[in-house]
């Protein structure tokens, strides 16, 4: 945080603390001046609930390809990064649409950026969407994209996992860099970090995962299945084993 109060509160509570658990390395390197050992296990997700299956066909999704990110309608969430570099991914991929679901808290706002870069008609707000209806977007998704940024106060995004479950779906991901979602995304793997504001880092990104898409996907899933809670929790066993 920016503010000094709740700065000097959450040292204050952390280091009373036995132990400390951070959720990614970043956070991690948030509180290394506590001087406290720290350890990473990064958060969890029920593969079985977002793993691939038949789902209720709803209307067409549009796009080819078709790029989703899920969260809060925010300049931390990352969509106004997407919609700004989508003029120049347009002129290589012409029929694309990126798909934004949550709520959709500065939505009108990224409209009006939208029109003023020519690229309203490529761009899609669904607001909150049922668990439903999120699993057909990402039945049909291609890339899901989280290029989260730190806010004026000072909150980041400390781990990612949105992207964890599209994973579990066979959906691989590109992420940012200097945040939790490092440890989100395994460096061309289950995709790729950038830095937010590299239109060529975030094209290249792309490009490479629709050239080897069945690479990608498989990778993903893969990835997921380290995260899922029956693999997690072990971790946080042996922690609590140690503390005894």
């Known amino acids: 945080f920016k503010s000094t109060f709740p700065r000097k ?12 658990v951070a959720v ?17 296990i990064p958060n969890g997700i029920d593969f079985s609930h977002w793993k691939k299956n038949s789902v209720k066909k709803h209307q067409v ?15 931390r969430k990352g969509q106004l990064q997407v919609i700004n570099h989508l003029p120049s991914l347009l002129k290589i991929y012409p029929d694309l649409h990126y798909h934004c679901l949550g709520i959709p808290t500065e ?9 003023s870069l020519n690229v309203e008609h490529h761009v899609t707000f669904h607001g909150a969407v049922t668990d439903e209806f999120l699993k057909h977007i990402f039945d049909n998704t291609d890339i899901f994209l989280m290029l989260s940024t730190e806010s004026k106060t000072g909150d980041v995004e400390g781990f990612g996992i949105a ?6 779906y066979g959906i691989p991901a590109i992420g940012s ?11 061309g793997y289950s995709g790729f970090l950038i830095d937010v504001d590299n239109a060529n880092d975030f094209r290249d990104g792309i490009e490479s ?24 929790i072990k971790q946080y066993n042996d922690l609590l084993k140690c503390q005894h």
């Not at 990614?24 to 990473?40: A, G, P, R």
């Not at 999704?61 to 300049?75: A, E, F, H, M, Y």
């Not at 995962?209 to 997690?232: C, G, M, T």
């Open 61 to 75: 999704i549009q796009g080819d390809p078709i790029l989703t990110t899920v969260g809060r309608v925010s300049k």
């Open 163 to 168: 992207i964890l479950e599209a994973n579990a």
């Open 209 to 232: 995962i629709l050239k080897d898409k069945d690479f990608f996907k498989s990778n993903a899933v893969l990835w997921a299945q380290q995260h899922d809670w029956n693999v997690i």
């Open 24 to 40: 990614s390395n970043y956070t991690k390197s948030l509180v290394t001046h506590l001087k406290k050992q720290v350890i990473v």
């Open 107 to 115: 939505a009108d706002d990224f409209i009006q950026v939208a029109k």
């Open 9 to 20: 509160a959450i040292d204050l509570s952390l280091k009373s603390m036995n132990q400390i």
């Open 177 to 187: 860099k200097g945040c939790g979602i490092e440890d989100a995304v395994k460096q």
